[in-house]
């Protein structure tokens, strides 16, 4: 398969970035997304031109390091997966796909399509963990939790923090990456001991850093590669609503 | 020094470890404050660590290549956590999963390590639980256990095909709550380029910023490398793009003994290699063996007929269908351990029934699913599934898995003593990293287990006993002469890197040394081949020291400067791994040589000979090494040859 690339190279955070076209040609259909950009950094390598830098690592959807915003859509065109696990078959032979970094205040370019996304990191150092020390802890089965909260829990605990509800949303709102880390915790009962601080230091730090409003447009949901339902934002409201009156 | 001393302590076996926590050297609060620890890693073992070192008092400073914590490559670890809970009342104990850690390991790990850390296993659940991880629990609320290959028992927790990815997060959670609260300083998109030795104690490291390409001094009284395996130097492997073992090698070259380094384990069951344009493979969890059926084709002329596509596999009749594992091994089936499982697929591929491209076999759940009903399934393994669907674009419901070995796991890695310190006073190595716990072979949901026992358990407390004679040390100036010249050393190979300006991309050169060490190193060993390997390796290093391009500058972001440096060292990583499989002339585990073996095709162990650990001493590139002995002594477990057929 051949394709035409527009992608957004950009040298750092201070210098103005550009789309530049690209032509890679004789891709299988079995190539995966990443290994497609492989190729092509590997004919600007032969030409000694700087490869086009992004973030990745696992290569299996769960590490949550690459994110690309590809013909308008984070991840790109499939559904309920990360970019990594995108292959050339979801596209056609002959196609342009535009490939841009996630475009969001609080997530800065570093350089073409690495942005930076510590912002997650401060949000869960604000509270995003159950307050216990190493050691001195009861008995795993001491504490019976309900099948259905445990598979809540592991519904909103499968968020990767990769980002893309942020670059889905017009607000640039990072409610869903919030939600699933409150929720995780709401729902368990050694969660909810701290329910009400966490809550509100998660929310607080969120609007700190710069992230928008929640318009519950669902675009967050809809690219969501772990399919994280919008539901969570409803508990997270639910959360921070009781926090706040009591 | 010709023999190794690990420094275990005296006395019974059940009794080492808390009699070694009630007489070891503790540093009071105070002096805690005063002591600065470096943390190299922040996977399930470092993360931990620094989390638990941070609660301790410690000043703590983390660092990892990724741009969070929370994205260590221990996250992709699907299957489980292995624990002696016994909640099933199936029989399990701290002696069981002992004895079968080492059985499993094919009797070359250490075995009071071994028994710590079954030991402390229970303990590594309680504290997940109490994080909030979300373990899959029975309808009861108590937690569920499957089970997993090499054991008898059920004794694997896990939180749907993402434990590794659950656990982690409890970790990094812990981790970032320390960071807020100031103990832990957090330096992301950072790499360890050296390890910085003061009178022949560790007290810092160099790193280089990601970004920006600074090169940065740091001190610590103490340093604990946690980097993980070196798996990726075969190229293509289950690990991530990242994943790397240049952390262990700079310590090596330090003086740091090597152990093991050719005790590589093989995955079974991963998706197989589909183009030469694959960056890397994909691992289909271990636990899919427990309702999953191996088979290929009896007859060569099914096996034509699927790869002709005349016939679909469903159309193959139960009777010509040769479920290897089942038929070698009755006793543990499709659950042998995981060497046994790799070898056994090989052996069918290799005598021609291998089926797509002919390096593959199936994993087939058409039983499983009538048997329980593809919610179950689909509850069991449904990302899992997924997964699979968008690699390979059929859908497991319908058509049984293609599945081939991959590397995976790295058992060997830097020595360690009891107290997970290596022969450098100061310099700790945990996890992956480490050699320690699993011999010549990793039992299934072993890995999350060590790490953790490593950073929550075991470490917090065994460092303690060496910090203990450091209160006194005051935080060194990183303008120290020592400092001064391990960042010019640095400095100098990344220009000496970027002055080759040769032909050759640095991943070619990777896949070309990766396909080598595939051949030589890899699921089978032979002594000539390895002899010719060694040779060729080291004219593979001088090619890429020749002819590797590298792109861009120093001062920046530049990902083909940091895949150079670390290509370089797992050229130099693989001389070493076929040395010691050189030396090793025996089979052990996943160590199959192929001059050693039973009429039967099992590996021949000989124990007379080579119950031993091998560490390795560097004696400068290109020079040979020279190889200490550990002896291994079993007083606990009575060492046989290992069976899983009855």
Redesign the interface.
């Known amino acids: 398969m051949d394709f035409t690339l527009k992608i957004w190279r950009q040298?750092?955070t201070r210098i103005k970035g550009k789309f530049v076209t690209y032509k890679v040609t004789g891709i299988?259909a079995?190539?995966?997304f990443?290994?497609m950009l492989?190729?092509l950094n590997?004919q600007?390598?032969?030409k000694?031109?700087?490869?086009v830098?992004f973030?990745?690592?696992?290569?299996?959807?769960?590490?949550?390091?690459c994110g690309l915003y590809i013909n308008g859509r984070p991840h790109g065109p499939?559904t309920?997966?990360t970019t990594c696990?995108l292959?050339m078959?979801k596209f056609r032979n002959g196609d342009t796909i535009i490939i841009e970094p996630w475009r969001a205040k609080p997530f800065p370019v570093?350089?073409d399509l690495?942005v930076?996304?510590?912002a997650?990191?401060r949000i869960?150092?604000?509270g995003?963990?159950?307050?216990?020390?190493?050691?001195g802890?009861?008995?795993?089965?001491a504490?019976?939790?309900?099948?259905e909260d445990?598979?809540t829990?592991?519904d909103a605990?499968?968020c990767?923090?990769c980002g893309a509800c942020v670059a889905a949303c017009k607000n640039a709102s990072a409610m869903l990456f919030v939600a699933a880390k409150v929720s995780?915790?709401a729902v368990?009962p050694?969660?909810k001991i701290e329910a009400r601080e966490r809550v509100l230091k998660m929310v607080a730090k969120m609007d700190e850093l710069g992230f928008g409003n929640c318009t519950n447009t669902g675009a967050c949901e809809a690219e969501c590669p772990k399919l994280i339902s919008l539901s969570h934002i409803a508990r997270l409201n639910r959360e921070f609503l009781t926090a706040k009156i009591t | 020094m010709t023999t190794l001393n690990p420094r275990i302590p005296e006395g019974p076996l059940a009794d080492k470890w808390t009699h070694y926590k009630s007489t070891q050297k503790l540093v009071n609060p105070a002096n805690k404050r005063k002591l600065d620890i470096i943390v190299v890693g922040t996977g399930l073992a470092g993360a931990s660590a620094a989390a638990s070192l941070g609660e301790l008092g410690f000043n703590v400073k983390a660092f990892c290549y990724q741009d969070s914590p929370r994205r260590a490559h221990s996250i992709a670890a699907q299957g489980g956590i292995n624990a002696a809970k016994n909640y099933p009342n199936d029989g399990d104990s701290v002696y069981r999963l002992f004895y079968d850690t080492i059985k499993g390991g094919d009797y070359r790990a250490r075995e009071a390590n071994v028994y710590r850390l079954a030991e402390v296993s229970g303990n590594i659940i309680d504290q997940c639980v109490a994080q909030g991880v979300p373990f899959a629990r029975e309808y009861g609320g108590l937690l569920d256990n499957r089970s997993f290959g090499g054991a008898q028992v059920s004794r694997t927790f896990y939180a749907r095909g993402q434990t590794g990815q659950q656990l982690l997060l409890g970790a990094y959670s812990a981790l970032m709550r320390q960071v807020n609260v100031g103990s832990v300083k957090m330096f992301p998109r950072t790499e360890m380029l050296d390890v910085v030795l003061v009178e022949g104690k560790a007290r810092g490291i160099i790193t280089r910023n990601l970004v920006t390409g600074k090169i940065d001094r740091h001190f610590g009284h103490a340093v604990v490398i946690a980097t993980g395996g070196y798996g990726r130097a075969f190229f293509l492997s289950t690990n991530a793009m990242g994943s790397n073992g240049s952390a262990p090698w700079q310590v090596y070259k330090k003086g740091a003994l090597f152990a093991n380094p050719s005790f590589v384990q093989i995955h079974p069951t991963c998706i197989p290699v589909h183009g030469d344009y694959q960056s890397k493979l994909t691992l289909m969890s271990e636990s899919l063996r427990n309702d999953g059926r191996i088979w290929v084709p009896a007859r060569k002329e099914d096996v034509e007929a699927l790869r002709k596509g005349t016939k679909k596999p469903g159309e193959i009749a139960e009777g010509d269908r040769d479920y290897y594992l089942e038929r070698r091994y009755p006793a543990f089936g499709n659950l042998v351990p995981r060497d046994v499982a790799s070898r056994a697929a090989k052996e069918r591929c290799d005598a021609g029934f291998g089926v797509g491209s002919g390096l593959a076999v199936y994993l087939d759940f058409t039983e499983a699913i009538q048997r329980l009903g593809k919610e179950v399934i689909e509850e069991r393994y449904g990302n899992l599934f997924q997964m699979y669907e968008k690699i390979v674009d059929e859908n497991p419901y319908m058509t049984p898995m293609m599945i081939y070995p991959a590397i995976h796991y790295c058992m060997g890695g830097v020595w360690v003593d009891y107290e997970l310190m290596t022969n450098i006073p100061g310099l700790f190595s945990i996890g992956e990293c480490n050699f320690s716990d699993h011999g010549s072979n990793r039992l299934g949901a072993s890995a999350l287990m060590q790490g953790l026992a490593d950073g929550y358990f075991i470490l917090p407390y065994t460092i303690q006993n060496y910090l203990a004679s450091e209160i006194m040390t005051p935080r060194m100036p990183v303008t120290r002469p020592e400092f001064e010249e391990a960042e010019k050393n640095v400095h100098d190979r990344i220009v000496k890197l970027m002055q080759i300006k040769g032909s050759q991309p640095v991943d070619l050169l990777h896949r070309k040394f990766g396909l080598l060490l595939w051949d030589t190193v890899g699921m089978e060993r032979k002594g000539s081949a390895l002899e010719k390997a060694i040779l060729e390796f080291s004219s593979l290093r001088e090619e890429f020291w020749a002819d590797a391009r590298i792109p861009g500058g120093t001062d920046e972001m530049n990902p083909e400067l940091e895949k150079a440096g670390r290509v370089a060292d797992f050229i130099e990583i693989g001389e070493l791994m076929a040395r010691d499989a050189l030396q090793r002339e025996e089979s052990c585990g996943v160590h199959f040589r192929e001059e050693y073996q039973t009429a039967e095709g099992e590996a021949k162990r000989n124990d007379d000979d080579y119950m031993y650990v091998a560490a390795w001493e560097y004696k400068g590139t290109g020079n040979e090494p020279v190889m200490y002995k550990e002896p291994l002594i079993y007083e606990n477990i009575k060492v046989q040859s290992r069976n899983y057929k009855t």
């Open positions: 040298e750092n299988s079995d190539c995966s990443l290994e492989d190729i590997g600007l390598i032969n000694f031109e700087k490869p830098c973030d990745h690592d696992c290569r299996e959807g769960i590490c949550g390091a499939d309920g997966i696990q292959h078959r570093i350089k690495v930076d996304r510590s997650f990191d869960i150092e604000a995003g963990y159950i307050s216990v020390n190493t050691g802890v009861p008995d795993a089965n504490l019976p939790v309900r099948r445990a598979e829990s592991m605990a499968a990767i923090g995780q915790f368990l050694q969660g």
